[in-house]
T-cell receptor, first 110, second 115 residues
Framework: KNEVEQSPQNLTAQEGEFITINCSYS?????LHWLQQHPGGGIVSLFM???GKKKHGRLIATINIQEKHSSLHITASHPRDSAVYIC????????????FGTGTLLAVQP | NAGVMQNPRHLVRRRGQEARLRCSPM?????VYWYRQLPEEGLKFMVY????????ESGMPKERFSAEFPKEGPSILRIQQVVRGDSAAYFC?????????????FGPGTRLTVL
């Protein structure tokens, strides 16, 4: 079982729809990251969260530390949002390494 | 302020050759991380370095792989005697010194193809 679970693995939406991607992890963490990767492309950091909620444009990320769960929401989705969205967690201690989920492939159709 | 830079962006090697991947962190960042993304798989941690020190190499294969981050110059990930299974995208990330915001910023990646 992966330490970081994402759902769904694949998601197809129509332009304008509200999208939610979920991430669950198994042990306590110091921070959670949401990343975006376009096919064959680089990785862009969208959010880093340790509690609560963050918003940037049409993107909203929330985290519930007690339930070990985070969600990424995209409002008014657009075809340019089509990408792989990856959740990654960082544990405390000496290492800053990230443990990644398997990603959610999002396709937004016009 | 330039972002994390990696070169080359694409690298082709024949089996048995050496591959050297370079990563220049963002200005002011003293921590570097290497991650590998195998085809059709997720990202996996390889190694975490500070200047002249390896902090965590728990994700590095035991043989043929090494990493360094010298006092001057970029971080280098070195793969000796490459095999086809080393074909992957290798991403570098950097972050500021501990005690500040520890967000990691990723480079564009080096895509290694082993023929």
């Amino acid at each position: 079982k992966n330490e970081v679970e994402q759902s769904p693995q694949n998601l197809t939406a129509q332009e304008g729809e509200f999208i939610t991607i979920n991430c669950s992890y198994s042990v306590g963490i110091s921070a959670l990251h949401w990343l975006q990767q376009h096919p064959g492309g680089g990785i862009v950091s969208l959010f880093m969260l340790s509690s609560g909620k963050k918003k940037h444009g049409r993107l909203i990320a929330t985290i519930n530390i007690q339930e070990k769960h985070s969600s990424l929401h995209i409002t008014a989705s657009h075809p340019r949002d089509s990408a792989v969205y990856i959740c990654a967690v960082r544990y405390g201690g000496a290492t800053n390494k990230l443990i990644f989920g398997t990603g959610t492939l999002l396709a937004v159709q016009p | 302020n330039a972002g994390v830079m990696q070169n080359p962006r694409h690298l082709v090697r024949r089996r048995g050759q050496e591959a050297r991947l370079r990563c220049s962190p963002m200005k002011g960042h003293s921590h570097v991380y290497w991650y590998r993304q195998l085809p059709e798989e997720g990202l996996k941690f390889m190694v975490y370095l500070q200047k002249e020190n390896i902090i965590d190499e728990s994700g590095m294969p035991k043989e043929r792989f090494s990493a360094e981050f010298p006092k001057e110059g970029p971080s280098i990930l070195r793969i000796q005697q490459v095999v086809r299974g080393d074909s992957a995208a290798y991403f570098c990330a950097s972050s500021p010194p501990r005690g500040t915001v520890n967000e990691q910023f990723f480079g564009p990646g080096t895509r290694l193809t082993v023929l």
